[in-house]
């Protein structure tokens, strides 16, 4: 096959029938990750004899575990192999030796487009974001309209930009039967058995504090979930940065409520939240794993935009108080009186899951 000079520019439409080995850098959310998976199936079904591989971060990558529509999953370890600027000509030399004949960024970053650059990859394609149009052979164009779009359409846009159809919406992620059985068997060592109602919260958010509703609050729904149903048994999802306040909620509720933060990986996380009858949660990335599962959820909302990072599922609810400052989308509460989330009450929130266990 005939390779084309990277450093030249390729307006003609892609052909997949020129195309044997596709390189996706991923985005570094986990969330964002899952809600790309719709453009990576859409990939795999216009590419349907490539070898697809995708490039991410350590802390991201489990998400495409066990997926059938990637072959190969590489890691881009910024902290570890590829620090540095060394680091960086490390990783495009692996890149060049893999000779992929077309790369995909999912990731908005003037970064991603170098290395598909330095990696020799003749048609590189992505958002004409970050100063990188001139580094991409097909740019698709930003415009204010694909800006307002839920982020999985967002994604699906690279797609049409490049004059391909889209395959669908859905959510791709998939629980191996030994995940299945290790989660089996670490609820029957917390005492949790198979007959058991198992309510998933995730009190935390790694965007920023402005997200979270109030643990306390996590707290109280939790013991009126208990109190409505005796055999509800709660699992508190959330990374290591988040082990205090798990432990601040366990205290509080007492009796069958287990603090997993920090103490699952996220296969790990993944694998249980699939055994959950309900997930109430933050506007994160463990809400769009639940999505992808087709577990029953409860999202609080109050900084970030719903209409663009609402959960996918359709047996999802949001909760939201309309505050004329939300959605600012700042890490922090800008104000300092956080009203977008403290406005959500427990009643509220409590009445939405007790129409789901059934009153």
Known sequence: MKRLDPGKIDRRKIDPGQIDRVLIRAANWVGD??????LI???RENFSQAEIAVLAKPWVAPVFEHSPDIDRILIYDAKGDHAGWKGMVRLCRGLRYGR????VSVQNALEAALIFFFAGIPRRVGYD?????FLLTHPVRMTPAIKKRHQIDYYLGVLEGIGLPATGRDLTLRISDSERDRAREFLHSQGIGPDRRIIGINPGAAYGAAKRWPAVRFAELCRRIQGLKPDA???VFGGPGEAALGEEITGRVGR???NLCGKTGLREAIALIGRCRLFITNDSGLMHVAAALNIPQ???FGPTDHTTTSPANPDSFIVREDIACSPCLQRDCPLGHHRCMTAVTVDRVFDIAREHLGT
């Open 33 to 38: 990750a899952v809600m790309s998976t719709p």
């Open 129 to 133: 974001t970050d100063g990188r149009r």
């Open 41 to 43: 199936q859409g990939l």
């Open 298 to 300: 409860i999202a609080v």
């Open 100 to 103: 992929f004949d077309l790369a």
């Open 256 to 258: 069958d409520c287990v």
């Open 233 to 235: 048994a709660i699992l």
